[in-house]
């Protein structure tokens, strides 16, 4: 039995390694400690074949790490893996230290980092989660203790009642998040609207993307050399497109096994990846694992329904390389990647210039003629919020602009009935009347 500290700011990182870890897993997990804050007293390996169901390793690691522990004066322990809740007490009585896994350590970080009312629930939501999930910790106070008149039956024991505590207030948690939700799918449709398309910027961790996110939109979003330094989404204009006016989203970076936990509580800021009709793929190519931290996004874009949205790749910090700005097209001559540098501003503008023609491709921009069997059509392209601009001629018809995503042109041609239908074609031939 020990005291448990309130917190640790000195730690011996525990990293068992697998056939299967990536040479560079335990130089990442580092970064997250001291993204966390934290100062790296020493580091203990563990070769292993298949985690162990006491420990995740062996006893004699055990010993190794708490002599580890004493030698450093070390407050806390790090495991690079994610423990289970037996794993994680049987550590802490062996070596008389605080443990924390990679999934609660990520926890902790976003509970530092999130700054927006909603962002502040969904991380409570997430460690409340996982916390339910280990309320054996505490074993101290968990004796069941008798209840009722005489000893007739058990009554509450104090794991239940932390149990039933933590319930409520998830409950609580979720009935503010989906008020929030409702505030959102407001803005959303306002959104919608506003007729501007939603472009979102995702990537793995400290690739680069708000940088390149404040160089695209002139904002000013924080943008630290630190894991999950954004957290919060971040909308912004993109002003002077040829395409007209695009929203831009920063949304949270992306590591290798992020927890379920946070997947399913940051639905917000995933929110944006999934609704955005073109995703900026940030990569870093100074990284010598590039090409696996590649696979691990695409991985969570499928997780969370964005696998089949269009995708440009952005090849960040080629000031590193010593490469060139280099526009790379498909066989359609569409853009699929670039070469640039957000620090130095290499091979934005190029970007900009390509975000604008895939944008373009997928949109209808254009002048059409409506005349009075054609009010019904009107009236729908402006409750979608699609027209930009409207004429009236001299022979009474209308003339109106519009700009609308080319599957709702498609769909507005495919409406049944003949009235309004010479007008809906006009939507998606290739040569009409301008104004």
């Not at 030698?71 to 802490?92: C, P």
């Not at 936990?261 to 793929?281: C, K, P």
Request: proline letters at 3%; glycine letters at 8%.
């Amino acid at each position: 039995m020990f005291d448990r500290a309130e917190r640790g700011d000195r730690a011996v990182i525990l990293h068992p390694v697998f056939r299967l870890t990536g040479p560079d897993s335990l130089d990442e997990f580092q970064e997250l400690a001291r993204s966390a804050g934290v100062e790296i007293a020493g580091v203990v390996t563990s070769p292993r074949d298949k985690p162990d169901a006491r420990f995740f390793v062996g006893s004699g690691k055990i010993e190794e790490l708490k002599e580890k522990v004493e030698e450093t004066e070390a407050n806390l322990i790090l495991v690079s893996e994610s423990l289970s809740a037996i794993q994680e007490r049987n550590i802490e009585k062996a070596c008389d230290c605080r443990v924390l896994d990679r999934s609660t350590l990520i926890l902790d970080i976003f509970a530092q980092r999130a700054q927006s009312y909603e962002g502040k629930l969904q991380v409570e939501l997430a460690q409340l989660r996982h916390l339910s999930t280990r309320l054996v910790r505490g074993w101290s106070h968990l004796e069941r203790q008798k209840g009722g008149i005489g000893l007739r039956g058990p009554g509450e024991t104090q794991l239940e009642t932390d149990r039933r505590l933590v319930g409520v207030r998830i409950r609580q948690l979720n009935a503010k998040l989906e008020k929030v939700a409702r505030q959102r799918e407001q803005s959303r449709r306002q959104r919608v609207k506003s007729r501007a398309p939603l472009v979102a910027l995702v990537g793995y961790t400290n690739a680069g993307k708000s940088t390149l996110f404040n160089s695209l939109t002139g904002a000013s979003v924080g943008a630290e050399n630190l894991l999950f330094a954004t957290l919060d989404p971040t909308v912004r204009r993109m002003q002077g497109m040829h395409c007209g006016e695009v929203l831009l989203a920063d949304t949270v970076g992306f590591v290798s096994e992020l927890p379920h936990e946070l997947i399913a509580a940051f639905r917000a800021t995933l929110q944006e990846a999934r609704e955005a009709e073109l995703l900026i793929h940030v990569i870093d190519a100074s990284d010598p694992y590039r090409a696996e931290r590649e696979q691990d996004v695409d991985t969570v874009l499928e997780s969370i329904g964005a696998g089949d949205t269009p995708v440009i790749r952005v090849f960040n910090k080629i000031d590193r390389t010593g490469q060139d700005v280099v526009l790379r097209r498909d066989e359609s001559g569409m853009p699929v990647s670039i070469s640039l540098s957000a620090v130095t501003g290499d091979g934005v503008e190029e970007l900009r210039l390509a975000i604008g023609e895939l944008l373009a491709s997928d949109r209808i921009n254009r002048w059409i003629e409506l005349n009075g069997q054609d009010a019904r059509l009107r009236a729908h392209l402006f409750d979608l919020g699609v027209v930009s601009e409207e004429r009236i001629t001299e022979n009474g018809s209308w003339m109106i602009h519009v700009d609308l995503p080319l599957e709702t042109a498609e769909r507005l041609a495919r409406m049944p009935g003949t009235e309004g239908r010479v007008a809906r074609q006009q939507l998606l031939e290739e040569s009409v009347v301008s104004g």
